[in-house]
């Protein structure tokens, strides 16, 4: 579950203010509205990588309105991916169950899993820098997932990509919708990706989210 109250964000001159927003358990909801208008800000807000000024933030029953990122466990997935460049495909994958202090062999396990779940156990021993966009979002999902955080955040993970491509990324994602093992909330300015995954579509406009 995620459960906003009360949110207000300040960052220079660009304000939010009393944001409220509720994704029941297990739910795949979607954020749409226009450029500029505060979206990334509420998922780096709900991630803990942008303090807000006012407000709670409960995931998962928990209240991680000041607890530092890592203690949210939240699983997020930037507009660009943003693999480290100095790692494989596989220790990309593992990266947060190897921080956590995981064994070798249940990182394995996992990133097996993932790897085949996401068709990109071919890819386990590449560099980023060979991998195609739809790759790259495949394996900064299979990251976000790796530790099994009860919360996904997704910044528009599709919007740089090509309609083929983008398509298959869908039906990805739908699987992940589709365990409901995780509360999904999607940022997108895509109708055709928020009719295919949302079980709920909000509206952010004028700094109200609807």
């Known amino acids: 579950m995620i459960d906003i109250r009360n ?9 939010l ?13 979607v954020l749409m509205g226009k450029s500029g ?17 006012a407000g709670t933030i409960v995931l998962a029953g928990r209240d ?14 930037p507009q660009d991916g ?8 596989r220790d990309n994958i593992g990266f947060a169950l190897a921080v956590r202090g995981d064994t070798s062999t249940d990182i394995a396990k996992r990133v097996g899993e993932l790897a085949e779940w996401l068709e990109v156990a071919h890819l386990l021993d590449r560099s980023p820098h060979f991998l195609s966009g739809g790759e790259k979002q495949r394996v900064a999902l299979g990251r976000a997932l790796a530790s099994r955080p009860p919360v996904l955040l997704l910044d528009e993970p599709l919007a740089a990509l090509d309609d083929d491509t983008r398509d298959h990324l869908v039906s990805v994602l739908a699987r992940v919708r589709d365990t409901r093992e995780v509360t999904v909330l999607h940022v997108t300015h895509n109708r055709t990706e928020a009719e295919r995954l949302a079980d709920a579509v909000f509206h952010l406009k004028d700094g109200a989210v609807k």
């Not at 203010?17 to 909801?29: G, N």
């Not at 991680?64 to 997935?77: E, F, M, S």
């Not at 943003?82 to 495909?89: A, D, G, P, Q």
């Open 37 to 53: 208008g505060g979206k990334t800000t509420i998922l780096e807000s709900i991630a803990g990588l942008r303090k807000p000024q």
């Open 64 to 77: 991680v309105t000041h607890l530092r990122p890592a203690a949210r466990h939240v699983g997020y997935v």
């Open 7 to 15: 949110l207000s964000i300040r960052q220079g001159t660009f304000a």
């Open 17 to 29: 203010t009393d944001v409220t927003l509720t994704v029941p358990q297990s739910q795949y909801a």
């Open 82 to 89: 943003v693999l480290f460049s100095t790692m494989t495909v």
